[in-house]
């Protein structure tokens, strides 16, 4: 407990010797002599010396708590050593020699307490922040581990890949990786292979295949945030709940490294993790793939009390809103013709649009949601209505449109939910309709 | 103007300290005390304001939800009558609570005197409903018809104990009033879809019960203050003198307007107070609800069946009923955020008749509304709220009598449901152990639920700041996460 308490100081102490020595460096070689000057020079050496004792000794205890590459901790160790024995012996031989200090001896002692010193101190980085850091690119800084974060978007569910080299092992190297690989293994727990993950760490065996509520790893992941044994800890890349579920499906289900992801693609877990990284790299660029709107057709719009407000920060796509402008009806609706593309999301409600006015709305090719309540839209915009082929809701409200309108609809496959309260569509309509797309959700409202 | 220069100095306290510690203090102070403080300064210190204050305009991310409706249910509704079905509590009342329940929680004054903690039978009766196979109590049989619509949390817990800093913690994050609640930080982050309304509008139902509501709880704390919510009455009239004085028409009104905001943009140039602007943009919105109000509270276009669904008390003005339905209203106008407060959840005495007067009140209109929103197509971007500020204990408060019990306050373990907005329909998220005392999986803090409810409206909170007096404030405070479970 304390030791590990003392050993959280090293990082505290650790940039005052170097801060120290380096500045007793600094006022050697830069300044003129004078026995001011070497006054200073012994009270900074005396300072550095100090505080590398002090950053040596928390090191130590720092070491003890584990989980580090023993080859370059030890090469940290010794340099470290090293600079403490060279400013000591550096310090003591100019006191020694009083005014007849400056012998080509001294200046060898004093170059190469800073080499010790810029060794020690880059080894020290290596341990915290991986092999090969101070030359590494600045994407995988962090961890020394290259991270294939593609390989996991690209799949698909009929990958011939195994579940553990196509999806477990690339998240484990994305949010675990960076303290416990093989080089620097925290908790003295590596997974950078199958078997060093099999193996466990200091707390025993971290994984029972098959048993979720004895395997540490999962058990880890799942306690609070707050939790101080909470694993990845506070501040590091937390595990999203599909990667969550992912591993604790692959541990339940016995730690198959064959296992292809075609073969588990039907289940559910596998089915959400893999939509979900897909989203992830779909979703973004989608909504930045479009050019600027029309300013002048915005500004028309505008000046009629249509709400045109960008969906979100970044994106071109627009919504189209116009509960502030309840007289915009057919004429008005030409206005969106130059900006069509950009129209994510349309609002006509209340509006007075009439079939005749809907007509030059068929170029809003990217719309996804399609508000028509209380219009006088009939089944005659059925047809076009169909061609919306991003479409993603539907809400047809108080309109005219009935059975043979909805029959008659070919909707886009995307479309989710269709609202037909309070329009001319019957309780037939509904059924014959959600035979044939059982996957549309169609929202008929409580009683006529 | 005392207040403005007061204000205006202590804007500078930071900058004074800094100043000091540079050894400039000298300098600092002579623009301090006003040497220097002219038009130009003011004008400058307001459009540094505005350049580190910028409202979003846009959501971070493709929002979910366009508006919110919230159904706050104050006094503290107990989750052992509504949603969260303990049957252990049958088998042993009368018992002492066990202690390792209690632990080291924290419980008020009003029950900390008391030698003896005798569990309490809830006083209802529960079935299963939905798909998800979610309890609901008799008292509430609307909302339990409408449990594939919603999500149940019954994880939720607070860290306020009284009822002001609870509500008050709820709605702006804070537990001491004077931050920005919910509503006001979406009207200025996201301003306002419906030109002729508020963004921000608050209905208090009357005859609820005992314990007060504040309006800190509506307040835009140091936001611009024309984001605070809009207080509908509970009167004939919603909102008072709509009409113009007699011999006044129109027109005339709108010269007044015209004239005085004339003078407001002289002392606006004098002095660069955003209470100013608010000032002007408050009488813009006032003229121009003169219009727009009638045709949202007269309710005289609505068919009986829908006027039903909201049960008998819908065309009492003030009672939950008609606010709900003006909140229907409110969000097909594109009204952001309505607030509803509903008081009388407080039952520290007789809980059984209290439960069912506040239910018998609250449960049929907040399912129809759900519903109504639903068959209007609204829902789906529509995210509604029913919670309150914290839950109640089951152990009894005072004797358990056979006459009856009470229930004191509790944080540590309470239940909401939301709908809509992108919230997952049709699931109840979160356990509490036995005795509905503590939360025992997937715990859900009230900065958790106010992150999640940000990120539904493509807000990330944790972005969303606004510098006040030299610190950075969001609605979430420090912490809270988006609970991606509770999203669809």
């Not at chain 1, 050496?45 to 003890?64: K, R």
């Not at chain 1, 400056?102 to 991986?130: N, S």
């Not at chain 1, 509960?323 to 409600?349: C, H, R, T, Y």
Request: hydrophobic content about 40%; glycine content about 8%; aromatic content about 8%.
């Amino acid at each position: 407990m304390i030791i590990n308490f003392l050993g959280h100081l090293h990082p505290v102490f650790v940039h005052l010797p170097i801060g120290f020595l380096a500045l007793a460096y600094v006022i050697q070689y830069l300044f003129k002599s004078n026995t001011e000057k070497s006054r200073l020079i012994d009270f900074v050496l005396v300072a550095g010396i100090l505080s590398s004792l002090l950053a040596a000794f928390f090191g130590w205890m720092l070491s003890l708590s584990g989980g580090y590459e023993e080859n370059l901790l030890d090469w940290h160790r010794y340099t470290a050593i090293a600079v403490c024995v060279v400013s000591i012996a550096l310090l003591a031989y100019k006191k020694y020699k009083k005014e007849e200090y400056r012998t080509p001896y001294y200046h060898a002692g004093f170059h190469l307490m800073m080499l010790t010193l810029l060794l020690a101190g880059h080894f020290g980085g290596e341990m915290t922040h991986g092999e090969g850091y101070l030359f590494s690119e600045a994407t995988d800084t962090e961890t020394g581990v290259v991270v294939e974060k593609q390989k996991i978007t690209t799949l698909t569910a009929a990958s011939t890949v195994s579940v553990y080299d196509g999806i477990v092992e690339p998240v484990l190297a994305q949010k675990c990786m960076q303290c416990h690989n093989q080089k620097k293994k925290k908790g003295d727990f590596q997974l950078h292979t199958l078997e060093a993950l099999m193996k466990g760490g200091k707390n025993g065996k971290a994984i029972v295949a098959g048993d979720l509520d004895h395997s540490e790893f999962i058990r880890r992941i799942l306690l609070d945030k707050g939790d101080e044994k909470h694993m990845p800890p506070k501040g590091k890349s937390q595990l999203t709940q599909p990667e969550i579920d992912l591993l604790s499906w692959w541990v339940l289900h016995g730690v198959s490294t064959s296992q292809s992801v075609k073969a588990v693609s039907a289940n559910d877990t596998i089915r959400k993790f893999l939509s979900d990284a897909r989203k992830q790299s779909a979703g973004p660029a989608a909504l930045d793939s479009i050019a600027p709107a029309d300013a002048a057709s915005i500004a028309a719009l505008k000046k009629i009390n249509v709400a045109v407000v960008p969906l979100a920060t970044g994106t071109h796509f627009l919504e189209l809103n116009m509960v502030n402008a309840p007289s915009f009806g057919d004429k008005e609706a030409p206005l969106l013709q130059k900006i069509a593309p950009q129209v994510m999301w349309l609002v006509l409600a209340d509006t007075k649009i009439t079939d005749a006015g809907f007509e030059s709305l068929k170029s809003c090719a990217n719309t996804t949601r399609l508000n028509l309540k209380n219009t006088a839209i009939t089944n005659a915009s059925i047809a076009l209505i169909g061609q919306f082929k991003k479409l993603e809701y539907l809400n047809i409200v108080g309109t005219n449109i009935d059975d043979a309108g909805l029959l008659g609809l070919t909707p886009s496959a995307t479309l989710k939910k269709i609202f037909c309260w309070q329009s001319g569509i019957t309780t037939n309509g509904v059924m014959a309709f959600q035979k044939k797309y059982p996957n549309i959700e169609i929202d008929f409202g409580e009683k006529k | 103007m005392n207040e403005l220069m007061k204000m205006h100095f202590e804007n500078k306290r930071r900058e004074f300290l800094r100043g000091s510690v540079l050894g400039l203090g000298g300098i600092a102070m002579g623009s301090l005390l006003g040497c220097g403080s002219k038009n130009a300064d003011r004008k400058a210190v307001q459009q540094v304001a505005e350049e580190i204050n910028k409202p979003l305009v846009n959501p971070h991310f493709l929002p979910k939800a366009k508006r919110v409706i919230y159904l706050f249910q104050s006094g503290g509704p107990s989750q052992m009558e509504l949603f969260d079905y303990k049957p252990m509590l049958y088998s042993m009342h009368g018992q002492e609570i066990p202690a390792s329940v209690i632990g080291k929680n924290r419980i008020s004054g009003m029950v900390s005197n008391q030698y003896s903690f005798p569990l309490a039978m809830p006083a209802a009766t529960f079935k299963q409903h939905g798909a998800a196979g979610g309890y609901f109590s008799e008292h509430v049989p609307h909302i339990a018809a409408i449990a594939d619509d919603i999500c149940v949390v019954k994880s939720m817990f607070t860290e306020q104990i009284n009822h002001e800093p609870a509500v008050i913690f709820t709605q702006t994050g804070n537990q001491l009033s004077g931050r920005p609640c919910i509503g006001s930080w979406l009207s200025y982050g996201l301003g306002s879809m419906n030109d002729n309304l508020p963004s921000f509008i608050v209905m208090v139902s009357k005859g609820g019960g005992d314990q007060p509501i504040s309006s800190a709880a509506w307040s835009s704390g140091f936001l611009p203050s024309h984001h605070q919510g809009v207080q509908f009455m509970t009167g004939n009239e919603p909102v008072p003198f709509l009409n113009n004085p007699q011999g006044i028409d129109r027109m005339d009104r709108r010269r007044a307007l015209d004239f005085i905001k004339g003078f407001n943009n002289i002392q606006n140039e004098v002095w660069h107070d955003p209470e100013i602007e608010s000032q002007i943009n408050q009488s813009e919105m006032a003229y121009k609800m003169q219009m727009a109000i009638p045709s949202i509270t007269d309710l005289s276009d609505e068919p009986q069946h829908i006027l039903d669904m909201y049960g008998p008390d819908v065309m009492t003005p003030g009672t939950f009923a008609h606010n709900c339905i003006m909140a229907r209203r409110l969000a097909e106008k594109d009204v952001r955020f309505v607030q509803l407060y509903h008081l009388g959840w407080d039952h520290h005495g007789s809980i059984a008749s209290g439960i069912k007067k506040a239910t018998s009140l609250t449960d049929q209109p907040s399912a129809a509304l759900v519903k109504d929103l639903k068959q209007r197509g609204l829902l789906d971007d529509t995210l509604v709220i029913w919670g309150g500020e914290f839950g109640r204990t089951s152990f009894s408060q005072g004797k358990l009598t056979p006459e009856g019990f009470g229930r004191d306050h509790h944080p540590g373990c309470y239940s909401i449901w939301m709908a809509g907005g992108g919230i997952k329909p049709g699931m109840v998220y979160g356990e509490s152990d036995d005795f509905a005392h503590n939360v025992v999986k997937d715990k859900v803090h009230v900065h958790d639920f106010q992150a999640t409810m940000m990120h539904l409206l493509g807000i990330d909170h944790e972005q969303f700041i606004y510098k006040s007096q030299g610190r950075r404030y969001r609605l979430t405070d420090v912490s809270g996460d988006v609970i991606h479970n509770l999203i669809a």
